[in-house]
């Protein structure tokens, strides 16, 4: 059995997104987060996922899915401005204990998680700067880091 292409959109790794987004919507959510082979944290269906603990961005390792381009900005942004950036393994229990949560990709841009369950999340000051940031690099506003 060989990995999924990670490097590169394949049409075929968008078909179990659009079959899970299509069973959430049924149910009245929005969105859907995916599950790695082990269990663990992997992406939304068609976004990349960061979870902000302490102050620092947690991201899973893009192992098993596309790391995208808009993932990679964001994580280069938030380096510039001294944010610290952990990609590890991580497991959908530590959902809780997150201070802000948001999805990025070239449809999302950087998209603040409103809630996961019943557990509400407000877009906070790591989200709001990255955001702002990506905001003003998409729009020709700023363009220095590319």
């Known amino acids: 059995m060989r990995p999924a292409p990670t490097h590169a959109k394949a049409a075929s790794n968008y ?3 659009t079959l899970a987004r299509h069973e959430v919507a049924e149910r009245g959510f929005d969105d859907a987060l995916l599950l790695d082979w082990q ?7 068609g976004a990349n996922l960061f979870l902000v603990s302490g102050g620092a961005l947690h991201t899973p390792i893009a192992d098993c899915f596309l790391a995208g381009i808009t993932r990679a900005t964001v994580m280069k942004i938030a380096e510039r401005q001294g944010i610290s950036v952990i990609e590890r393994r991580i497991w959908p229990e530590e959902i809780g204990g997150a201070d802000e949560i948001f999805l990025t990709g070239t449809a999302y841009e950087v998209q603040p998680v409103r809630a996961i369950d019943d557990r509400v999340f407000t877009p906070g000051p790591v989200t709001r700067a990255l955001q702002n940031e990506y ?3 998409v729009r020709c506003q700023k363009n220095d880091l590319i």
Do not use: K, N, V
């Not at 269990?39 to 269906?45: D, I, Q, V, W």
């Open 135 to 137: 905001q003003s690099l």
């Open 15 to 17: 078909a179990i997104g």
């Open 39 to 45: 269990g663990r944290l992997a992406e939304a269906t």
